[in-house]
Nanobody
């Protein structure tokens, strides 16, 4: 299993970024997937999850209405479209695959594969 994030960078408040997570080594469409972030000096924060088919999504209250999770199962890629970014969104963003393919909640112990992360910095 390999998960490789990309798309991070420096953006001004109010700006947008799209993160990608390229997956390989497993049947991507069979697994729910999740985005998790970690701000400097803080713990992990669950951001959003999506089921295998892409028809069900959930979001943390802190990003609801600003972030959109999606996936392209033909391309084995997970996305996170981030809009109206705020300085408090600054963090390392990770995609994660659960051990239970149907799970996309916030219990980090249930995730057995993680990408290396991509840094998002929101600053003027």
């Amino acid at each position: 299993v390999q998960l490789v994030e990309s798309g991070g960078g420096l953006v001004q408040p109010g700006g947008s970024l799209r993160l990608s997570c390229a997956a390989s080594g497993f049947t991507f469409s069979s697994y729910s997937m999740t985005w998790v972030r970690q701000a400097p000096g803080k713990g992990l924060e669950w951001v959003s999850g999506i089921n295998g088919g892409g028809g069900s999504t959930v979001y943390a209250d802190s990003v609801k209405g600003r972030f959109t999770i999606s996936r392209d199962n033909a391309q084995n890629t997970l996305y996170l479209q981030m809009s109206d970014l705020k300085p408090e969104d600054t963090a390392q963003y990770y995609c994660a695959r659960p051990s239970n393919p149907y799970y996309y909640g916030s219990n980090f112990a249930d995730y057995d594969n993680w990408g290396q992360g991509t840094q998002v910095t929101v600053s003027s």
